[in-house]
């Protein structure tokens, strides 16, 4: 009897020590794969004859070898910091980097446009690729990581690997606000249009072999720079309207995302907060360093961005980058970056990676 008891503990240790070690083992992330827009785009419209592109001075002056790579900043982009954060390379290439090399499809590439939304009509106005021809191209770098990596492999890269995808904010400000393109909608009933679209979009991916998703919320576009100066007064304050939008459409997607996740068998899909943590670096600029959060560093910092942020137009481009949260006048600073990056990767991204 004492020795059957012996026995069961034994066995029973040794199932205890079985699972410990499964659990401990943390399941390889190969890759990091980014769908959206110019905030992750490095700079796949370099080839495009769109209003959204950027490969030129002063975009890129404190990035490595002072490149404009196509990047919408003056140094390194979200992806970039995520990227190198988890370990797993220090910048994410494009997908049409002519350059791109059998090892980048192996560890991951953006196929974000400048311009895009998860609206069609958002891309189409800015000559972008939408997400749609962004997931047309991801079917052709599956076909080629097939033939790099070989099929079964290949699965397993698309099945383990890590999925961004950032956009909304172009649907919102540009394209709902700014140009009134989708008039025959109130903010609710295009806010619904997008969380349907963005659910469509990652059922998509799903059905593709894709399983580890973060959706990333749009941040408070009614303090972006731009919007400041074309209806924020005078005095360029916050537009409350957008802000509100804002919260609307981060508040829809959360609870869309949460239903997915239960729909989809195992699927890990997350929604991943930004608006509080740059609404604080807006708000509280002073305490993170930055003397200047309401205009951009390049040129008047009040409307330029893109074409018009361009070295030969304009004389007044600020000299110290890092005092300035936002680099033109809708995109963020690498400092800015930095800082809205680093809590997002320590506070989700564990679940995912
Ligand atoms: C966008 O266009 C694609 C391709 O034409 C289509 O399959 C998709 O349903 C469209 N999405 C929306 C939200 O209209
Ligand atoms: C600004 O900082 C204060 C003090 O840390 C904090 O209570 C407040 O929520 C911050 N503002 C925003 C918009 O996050």
């Not at 679209?197 to 998509?204: D, M, R, T, Y």
């Amino acid at each position: 009897m004492q020795m059957a008891v012996n026995f069961l503990y034994i066995i029973f240790l040794h199932l205890v020590t079985v699972v410990v070690f499964q659990s401990n083992a943390t399941p390889e992330v190969p890759a990091l794969i980014v769908f959206g827009d110019s905030i992750v785009d490095p700079g796949n419209n370099n080839g495009l004859k769109s209003l959204a592109k950027c490969n030129f001075p002063p975009y890129g002056r404190d990035f490595e070898g002072q490149s404009a790579t196509g990047r919408f900043s003056n140094g390194k982009i979200p992806t970039d910091f995520i990227a190198s954060q988890v370990g797993i390379k220090e910048y994410l290439p494009a997908y049409l980097d002519p350059e791109l090399s059998d090892e980048d499809l192996l560890t991951g590439v953006s196929f974000a446009s400048g311009g895009a939304g998860f609206d069609n009509i958002t891309a189409k106005v800015a000559s972008s690729y939408t997400l749609w021809d962004q997931l047309q191209m991801f079917e052709e770098y599956k076909r080629k990581l097939e033939s790099v990596a070989g099929i079964e492999r290949a699965a397993e890269i698309v099945k383990d690997s890590v999925y961004i995808i950032v956009a909304g904010s172009n649907d919102i400000m540009v394209t709902y606000f700014i140009s009134n393109l989708r008039s025959n909608y109130d903010i609710p009933s295009y806010v619904d249009y997008i969380v349907q679209a963005a659910s469509s979009f990652i059922k998509n991916l799903y059905n593709l072999g894709v399983r580890k998703i973060g959706i990333v919320g749009v941040p408070p576009l009614g303090c972006v720079p731009m919007v400041r100066t074309i209806r924020g007064g005078i005095t360029r304050e916050c537009v409350e309207i957008y802000n509100q939008a804002s919260v609307l459409l981060n508040r829809e997607l959360s609870a869309e995302l949460t239903r997915l996740a239960q729909e989809l068998p195992s699927s890990q899909i997350i929604y991943l907060d930004v608006y509080n943590i740059l609404h604080d670096l807006i708000m509280n600029s002073s305490h993170y360093g930055f003397e200047e959060a309401t205009r951009g560093c390049c040129g008047t910092g009040k409307v330029e961005a893109t074409l018009l942020c361009n070295e030969e137009l304009s004389t007044l481009t600020c000299q110290d980058t890092s005092k300035y949260l936002f680099w033109d006048a809708f995109h963020p600073t690498e400092r800015a970056y930095e800082l809205l990056v680093t809590p997002l990767v320590k506070n989700y991204l564990p679940i995912l990676f």
